[in-house]
């Protein structure tokens, strides 16, 4: 696997490149004493999974250089010591301002992110060259409080069935947490609006077959004990764990990539550094095969044309620090407004 440079520095062969890994008995999990080498072992072991998610991705590196315990934080931008064989991809944000973030296309690009503390890796749904035409549309089901992961799976075993009736296929993980993460693979053709558009439209049909369980309100106040669609991950500048990531949780849970009949059965504690490398040994990547079949969301965009049309329903609220857009509502938590318009 590779052999002590240092005191402190073991470096590692990963796929023909030396990484070198600083300080590799630093505890990471101390629930479970995993140390950074067990998390760059772990990615050793799931390396083709792991970048088949981000190849060519601009990819936004969570990082715990302390472990789970310790300060944390989310680095855009690629660090000044970046090798040379790391591509980066370009990325506008809303504001307009622009940043180079790596594109991890190699399992040794996954380990070099890990030793800098990176545990969960964070892609855009765009590759690096067409940073303005997403090729995932991403669904976030995220359970609110009263509810859990069951009642995440039912919501998207709801949204599978409506996915086929769009003409679109959708690829399952957990979180890594208590929610699921639903893929579905896009021509990219369409803009971040349009995605966003088209997301919004499959979370409000849902919401009209399942309103005791679903709903699309971005103000917590009115979601209730229910699931939210994240509508908003399709946003620009807004981004999901990617599949195996390490997620920073006590156990090391990873996000693990499941096919639909897997996703009732399974439990999220299911996954974690220990576990996720003997799966994978077994069964390899089950998204592999993800980009054989590039949807179109004509039916989706559809869908939301006829929600306008018949309904009156149009845009939803974007996040606090995106820039106002045309047609949107306006960014008041229901209750606050209610209280504005009394006498």
């Given at each position: 696997m590779g052999a002590k440079a240092g005191k402190n520095v073991l470096e590692?062969?990963?796929?023909?490149?030396?990484?070198?890994?600083?300080?590799?008995?630093?505890?990471?999990?101390?629930?479970?004493?995993?140390?950074?080498?067990?998390?760059?072992?772990?990615?050793?072991?799931?390396?083709?999974?792991?970048?088949?998610?981000?190849?060519?991705?601009?990819?936004?590196?969570?990082?715990?250089?302390?472990?789970?315990?310790?300060?944390?934080f989310f680095q855009k931008r690629a660090p000044k010591n970046l090798p040379d064989w790391i591509p980066t991809g370009r990325i506008a944000f809303p504001s307009g301002r622009y940043a180079d973030e790596i594109c991890p296309n190699e399992p040794a690009a996954v380990v070099w992110a890990a030793n800098l503390g990176c545990l969960t890796f964070h892609p855009w749904p765009v590759r690096r060259d067409d940073t303005e035409h997403p090729d995932e549309l991403r669904i976030d089901l995220d359970p609110q409080p009263g509810t859990d992961y069951a009642d995440a799976v039912?919501?998207?075993?709801?949204?599978?069935?409506?996915?086929?009736?769009?003409?679109?296929?959708?690829?399952?993980?957990?979180?890594?947490?208590?929610?699921?993460?639903?893929?579905?693979?896009?021509?990219?053709?369409?803009?971040?609006?349009?995605?966003?558009?088209?997301?919004?439209?499959?979370?409000?049909?849902?919401?009209?077959?399942?309103?005791?369980?679903?709903?699309?309100?971005?103000?917590?106040?009115?979601?209730g004990r229910r699931i939210f669609v994240d509508y908003n991950q399709t946003a620009r500048d807004r981004t999901i764990a990617g599949a195996y990531s390490v997620r920073p949780r006590p156990r090391a849970p990873v996000s693990a990539p499941l096919r639909w009949d897997e996703l009732a059965e399974a439990r999220p504690e299911d996954f974690d550094l220990v576990t996720m490398p003997r799966r994978f040994a077994e069964v390899g990547d089950v998204h592999a095969d993800m980009r054989e079949r590039l949807c179109r969301l004509d039916a989706a965009l559809e869908l939301a044309e006829r929600d306008e049309r018949e309904h009156g329903l149009g845009d939803l609220p974007y996040p606090p620090d995106h820039p106002k857009a045309e047609g949107e509502p306006k960014r008041v938590r229901p209750s606050r407004a209610k209280g504005r318009g009394k006498p």
């Open positions: 590692l062969d990963v796929g023909g490149r030396t990484v070198r890994l600083s300080n590799p008995d630093r505890v990471y999990f101390p629930e479970r004493g995993f140390t950074k080498l067990d998390v760059a072992r772990y990615y050793m072991a799931v390396g083709e999974g792991v970048v088949r998610a981000l190849r060519d991705r601009p990819t936004t590196m969570e990082r715990y250089p302390r472990g789970v315990t310790g300060e944390s039912r919501a998207a075993g709801e949204l599978r069935g409506l996915l086929d009736e769009l003409g679109l296929r959708g690829w399952p993980k957990t979180s890594g947490g208590r929610g699921v993460h639903v893929f579905v693979p896009i021509e990219p053709v369409w803009t971040f609006p349009q995605v966003r558009r088209a997301a919004i439209a499959i979370g409000r049909e849902l919401e009209r077959r399942a309103p005791d369980r679903v709903t699309t309100s971005w103000w917590k106040e009115e979601r």
